[in-house]
């Protein structure tokens, strides 16, 4: 009466593929956000002094400015790390 419908191994296979590329253009997804929240907070967070901390690289060529802040994320990170901690 019913018939018990077994998807083929090329369709497990292509939906294993599809399930894989969706999680990488979810994650492509949240760095492309994350980049965009840290430019956009760039210029708050250079009032605060971060981003001009001893470690941060920071150099102007051919007009352009490109900033390593190696120190200011460490602190970040740190900091964060303690609010998720305490509020554990």
Do not use: C, H
Request: proline share 5%; glycine share 6%; no cysteine.
């Amino acid at each position: 009466m019913y018939e018990l419908i077994r998807p083929s191994l090329d369709q497990l296979s292509l939906q294993s593929g599809l399930r894989r590329e969706i999680e990488v253009l979810k994650w492509l997804i949240v760095f492309a956000l994350a980049m965009s929240l840290i430019g956009w907070f760039t210029p708050l967070l250079r009032r605060f002094g971060l981003g001009r901390l001893p470690g941060d690289i920071r150099f102007v060529r051919n007009g352009r400015e490109y900033s390593f802040p190696f120190a200011s994320s460490l602190l970040l990170s740190a900091l964060m790390t303690w609010l998720f901690y305490v509020m554990r």
